[in-house]
């Protein structure tokens, strides 16, 4: 149960690690000068005042950009470093037990922890 408990709070995807990119891509690599009504999309300071509807839809866009770079790059990691919740199910199938979770009224998930071996490996 401690380990389902620990389960419930696992990300994929890191704010702190997408929060520090924006920044770096916003400040660092000046792409807040993008949001300009200058079209020719320059990386420093201009006299063209900021239009904050084009701020947004950058700012939405690096960070939808990060998260999906994030959300894949576990998945592409996952043959080296198993994610948490395909660990807890072969932690479940080795030690012979069966959990049932619940995320709504009526709808919830079953994991059948029955170990090939017919026997468990711990007591």
């Known amino acids: ?24 891509l916003m400040e660092g690599f000046g792409l807040k000068y993008w949001t300009s009504h200058d079209p020719d999309l320059n990386r420093f300071e201009t006299d063209s005042p900021s239009n904050y509807t084009l701020f947004f839809f950058v700012t939405a866009c690096i960070i939808y950009g990060v998260g999906i770079i994030q959300y894949a790059a576990s998945y592409i990691l996952a043959g080296t470093f198993p ?41």
């Open 83 to 123: 994610l948490r919740y395909t660990e807890f199910v072969d932690l479940c199938s080795i030690t012979n037990m069966s959990v049932l979770m619940f995320d709504e009224s009526f709808h919830g998930y079953y994991i059948h922890g029955r170990s090939p071996y017919g026997q468990a490996e711990i007591s």
């Open 1 to 24: 149960m401690n380990e389902l408990n620990e389960l419930q709070t696992y990300k994929l995807i890191n704010p702190h690690l997408t929060l520090i990119v924006y920044a770096i």
